[in-house]
C-alpha cells in the first residue's frame, strides 16, 4: 500500500493486507481460503478459553454469536458453560436468529454436532421479531480490528445490521458489550476514523490466543437501523427487513430508503464491473486479414471475408481396422488385454488390513495433515487413514505387519505402534485438560463414514425433553 494516496487507504485495503498477511504465514486453519471470509485463525480454540475465563462471560446469560468457523469455539464452550447462546441465519434470507439452550447431559461430541452450521440449522429455535429475549453479550468475528476499537469484517455489512435490529427489538442496548476473537496479527495500532460510517459497530474488548484488550474510552455504537442506508435491492433479500420496515410505518415513521444502490463494501462487482466485449469467433490475426476496414472518401470499405477452409472428413482409425482381414483378431485381443488390465488394478487397490487403531479426542481445528506430520515424527507409517476428524476421531490401517513366512494364527506385533502413539498431540484442544489423542484398538472399516447429524440432533432432542 502506497501511504502517499490517500485513496489508497480504504477498508478494504486493511482487510487485503491482513490476509495476504495470513495467508503467507499460514495462520489459518480450514477453509484455507480466507479472502471475503473472516479468517479461521490458528489459535481461536486458545481465545475462546481466554474468553470464558473473563467476568463478563461469567455474568451472561444469554450471548448472541456469529456463526463464523472461528467463533465455532465459542459457541462449544459458551453451550458447555450452560449459557443459551443466539445466533444469525446466515445472510438474514430466511428470518433473523436462531436460538439454542445447553443441555447438562449432552456429551462433547453432541455439543460439536450442535454448534456446527448444520446443526445449528437442525436444533435451533428460530426468533421472530416478536421476541422478548434480551441478549447480555455479542461476540462478533472480525477481519480487523484497532486498539480503540475499530472494526473490519468481511465487508458485506451483516453484523452491522443485525446489532441494528437488534437495538430496534431492544434485544440489546447501547450499554451491551461486543466482544471479538482474532489472531494477534489481526490488531493493528491504528484505522482512519474517517472510514467509519454511524452504522459500524465497535468493539469493547478484544480476545486473541495471548491477550485481552478492554478498549478505552468505548466508542458509540449504532442506536438503530439506518434506514436511509439501506437500498430497496437489501429490502428485498431480507424479508426481516421488509417486517420491520411495515413496523415502522405502522407506527407512523417515515421511512426513505437510499435512491441509489451504490454500496460500495457489498457490491463491488457492481459499480467496478467492466463490460468486456464478446470473444470474436476466429482469432485477431485471422480476422485482421479477413475482414480489414478501409477508410475511403469518408465511408468505411468492408472487404469480403475470406470463409475458413473446408474440413475434411478422416474415417477412424478404428473403423479403417474393423475392415481389415484382422479385425476380429484385434478386437478379441484388445478385449483379453483390457480385462487384464482391470485386474490388475483391482489386485493393487485392494490392500490386506492386518490391523487398525482408532484414535479419538481430535480437536476439531486439527486436519489431516497434522495428523500424518505428527504421525511421521513417531516414526508411524500406516497403509490406510480414515479420517473423521468432524467427529473428533480417525482409524489408522496397518498392513504386512507379519513376515511373509510366519504362519497365519502368529499374533500381529503392534506393541511398538500402540507405545509411539502414547500421549500424543495434534494441534490445539478444548475438548479435554490434557488435551492427548486416545488410542484404541478398533476392527478395520473399509469406507469413510458420514455423520449422520439427524441421530446427534434426535439424542439432543430427548435429552432436552428428558431434563423439562
Same mark, same amino acid.
Given at each position: ?72 469455539? @465459542?459457541?462449544? +464452550?459458551?453451550? $458447555?458453560?450452560? #449459557? %443459551?447462546?443466539? !445466533? =444469525?441465519?446466515?445472510?438474514?434470507? *430466511? ?92 490488531? @493493528?495500532?491504528? +484505522?482512519?476514523? $474517517?472510514?467509519? #460510517? %454511524?452504522?459500524? !459497530? =465497535?468493539?469493547?474488548?478484544?480476545? *486473541? ?92 470499405? @468492408? ?12 474415417? =477412424? ?152
Amino acid at each position: 500500500m502506497t501511504e502517499n494516496l490517500p485513496e489508497e487507504v480504504t477498508k478494504s485495503s486493511f482487510r487485503r493486507k491482513v490476509w495476504d498477511y495470513m495467508m503467507k504465514n499460514e495462520l489459518v486453519n480450514f477453509p484455507v481460503s480466507i479472502y471475503k471470509r473472516i479468517p479461521n485463525f490458528k489459535g481461536a480454540a486458545e481465545a475462546a478459553q481466554r474468553l470464558i475465563e473473563l467476568d463478563e462471560f461469567k455474568k451472561a446469560r444469554v450471548i448472541k454469536i456469529n456463526p463464523d468457523k472461528p467463533q465455532e469455539p @465459542v459457541r462449544f +464452550l459458551a453451550l $458447555q458453560a450452560n #449459557k %443459551e447462546i443466539i !445466533v =444469525p441465519i446466515p445472510r438474514l434470507r *430466511t428470518g433473523l436468529f436462531l436460538h439454542v439452550t445447553p443441555v447438562a447431559s449432552a456429551t462433547k461430541e453432541q455439543l460439536k454436532t450442535l454448534v456446527s452450521t448444520r446443526g445449528l440449522e437442525q436444533a435451533g429455535k428460530p426468533l421472530g421479531l416478536d421476541s422478548n429475549i434480551k441478549v447480555d453479550l455479542v461476540v462478533l468475528g472480525s477481519v480487523c480490528v484497532s486498539r480503540d476499537g475499530y472494526r473490519l469484517g468481511k465487508g458485506e455489512g451483516f453484523a452491522d445490521l443485525e446489532f441494528a435490529m437488534m437495538m430496534r427489538m431492544g434485544t440489546i442496548t447501547e450499554n451491551t458489550l461486543v466482544v471479538t476473537t482474532v489472531h494477534d496479527c489481526q490488531i @493493528v495500532d491504528h +484505522l482512519p476514523p $474517517q472510514l467509519f #460510517k %454511524e452504522y459500524d !459497530v =465497535p468493539v469493547d474488548i478484544i480476545v *486473541t490466543p495471548t491477550q485481552t484488550i478492554y478498549v478505552e474510552p468505548r466508542l458509540k455504537k449504532p442506536s438503530g437501523i439506518l434506514w436511509h442506508m439501506l437500498s430497496e435491492r437489501r429490502l428485498k433479500t431480507m424479508q426481516v427487513l421488509q417486517q420491520l420496515k411495515e413496523m415502522d410505518e405502522k407506527d407512523g415513521k417515515i421511512v426513505v430508503l437510499k435512491e441509489v444502490d451504490s454500496d460500495v463494501e457489498t457490491r463491488p462487482y457492481i459499480k467496478n464491473r467492466v463490460k468486456y466485449p464478446k470473444k470474436k469467433r476466429f482469432s485477431t490475426k485471422r480476422d485482421a486479414s479477413n475482414t480489414e476496414n478501409i477508410v475511403e472518401g469518408g465511408k468505411d470499405k @468492408v472487404d469480403k471475408p475470406r470463409f475458413p477452409r473446408r474440413r475434411t472428413y478422416k474415417k =477412424p482409425k478404428a473403423e479403417e481396422e474393423s475392415n481389415s482381414p484382422n479385425a476380429e483378431t484385434k478386437v478379441e485381443n484388445n478385449t483379453k488385454n483390457a480385462s487384464r488390465r482391470r485386474k490388475n488394478l483391482r489386485a493393487k487397490t485392494k490392500t490386506h488390513i492386518d490391523f487398525s487403531l482408532k484414535l479419538s479426542n481430535i480437536s476439531s481445528g486439527v486436519r489431516v495433515r497434522d495428523l500424518k506430520n505428527a504421525l511421521l515424527l513417531r516414526g508411524v507409517k500406516p497403509s490406510e487413514i480414515t479420517w473423521q476428524g468432524y467427529r473428533g476421531i480417525c482409524y489408522l490401517h496397518f498392513s504386512k505387519l507379519r513376515s511373509e513366512a510366519a504362519p497365519p494364527d502368529q499374533p500381529v506385533q503392534v506393541d511398538s505402534i500402540v507405545a509411539n502413539l502414547q500421549q500424543l498431540r495434534i494441534g490445539e484442544s478444548v475438548n479435554d485438560e490434557d488435551g492427548f489423542i486416545y488410542v484404541e484398538p478398533a476392527k478395520p472399516i473399509s469406507r469413510i463414514e458420514v455423520t449422520d447429524v439427524t441421530t446427534v440432533l434426535n439424542v439432543y432432542q430427548e435429552l432436552s425433553t428428558s431434563n423439562v
